[in-house]
């Protein structure tokens, strides 16, 4: 079946550093692939997505591209913010009725 | 728009209680559907609808129950609470026709079973 990997945390960066939150995944045929973002007490809301190979989804200043050559969806920002504190979730989307998830990865980002 | 609601937000039960965790969305959104969250696991996929009458089994379904007599509403119900039931509840919901990858989830209800 269809699986989501992701860095297991949490990443600790100072404010201003570059982030790389890394996702791979398993699927058949061609998956629509997106990052949600938990900050703390909230639900989950949706950041970005990519439908097809070599789409970059972009928001907020983060970015992440659909490799299908190496099945990953890598989430980068350039400078993160404090306010940018949260548990990140890669996830696909392959047909029928479910949202496949990722484990997680808790950033804290330090002032 | 309040866009997907739920309640209670924190709920303790005791072993073999039941309860109902309610859920709202005011999106007429035609998809809705609850997941859990545990730690290091990310959400999984319990009950799911894609219209009012119409309900199905996700990844983890054993233990609770669901109806949709309404667009609007899709209440979860656990029939007999066990420790294992211990978990963070969300409910979220999309259109069908737009991509259900897209979903607009709720705040969440925090269970804990004893």
Request: aromatic share 12%; net charge neutral; charged share 15%.
């Amino acid at each position: 079946g269809d699986s989501v990997t992701q860095m297991e945390g949490p990443v600790t960066l100072s404010e201003e550093a570059f982030l790389t939150i890394n996702c791979t995944y398993t699927a058949t045929g061609y998956p629509s692939l997106f990052w949600y973002v938990q900050y703390p007490g909230e639900g989950l809301q949706l950041l970005l997505k990519a439908t097809k190979a070599d789409d970059k989804g972009s928001n907020k200043g983060f970015e992440a591209t659909y490799r299908k050559e190496t099945t990953s969806f890598h989430l980068e920002k350039g400078s993160v913010q404090v306010s940018d504190s949260a548990v990140y979730f890669c996830a696909l989307y392959n047909a029928g009725n479910m949202l496949t998830f990722g484990g997680g990865t808790r950033l804290m980002v330090k002032p | 728009n309040a866009g997907v609601t739920q309640t209670p937000k924190f709920q303790v039960l005791k072993t073999g209680q039941s309860m109902t965790l309610q859920c709202a969305q005011d999106m007429n959104h035609e998809y809705m559907s609850w997941y859990r969250q545990d730690p290091g696991m990310g959400l999984r996929l319990i009950h799911y609808s894609v219209g009012a009458g119409i309900t199905d089994q996700g990844e983890v379904p054993n233990g609770y129950n669901v109806s949709r007599s309404t667009t609007e509403d899709f209440p979860l119900r656990l029939l007999s609470a066990a420790p294992s039931q211990t978990s963070v509840y969300f409910c979220a919901s999309s259109r069908i026709l737009a991509g259900r990858g897209e979903q607009y989830f709720g705040p969440g209800t925090r269970l804990t079973v004893t």
